[in-house]
């Protein structure tokens, strides 16, 4: 079993920045190090959508390209933590956004289904 707390949203203004944090543990035999880690989000009335992904250690990372150059996804394994650094946030960014923990080869990190671990969700608003 593996639980994740996202923690961090909130309001902010168009073009200001926010820090989202997702607490990891895990009750099996893997560390949370062995699990690669991405940030989802939701918007009202719109399917869950992509937004960043980091592979073990860091090694590797994946953005959706809206994102890409404004937001920033790491981990502090020593933690057992993953952040999502967001600047020049917009209106559009508006959403619920979901941690997710998932493992394996051969796994597509931009997909909702390569991950069968989720926190409930913090929520972000923009205003313009």
């Known amino acids: 079993q593996v639980q994740l707390v996202e923690s961090g949203g909130g309001l902010v203004q168009a073009g200001g920045s926010l820090r989202l944090s997702c607490a990891a543990s895990v009750r099996t035999f893997r560390s949370v190090s062995t699990f690669f880690m991405g940030w989802f989000r939701q918007a009202p009335g719109k399917e869950r959508e992509f937004v960043a992904a980091?592979?073990?250690?860091?090694?590797?990372?994946y953005y959706q390209d809206s994102v890409k150059g404004r937001f920033t996804i790491s981990r502090d394994d020593d933690k057992d933590t993953v952040f999502l650094q967001m600047n020049r946030l917009k209106a559009e960014d508006t959403a619920v956004y979901y941690c997710?923990?998932?493992w394996g080869a051969g796994v597509a990190l931009v997909s909702v289904t390569g991950y069968p671990y989720w926190g409930q969700g913090t929520q972000v608003t923009v205003s313009s």
């Open positions: 980091i592979r073990r250690s860091g090694s590797d990372t």
């Open positions: 997710a923990a998932g």
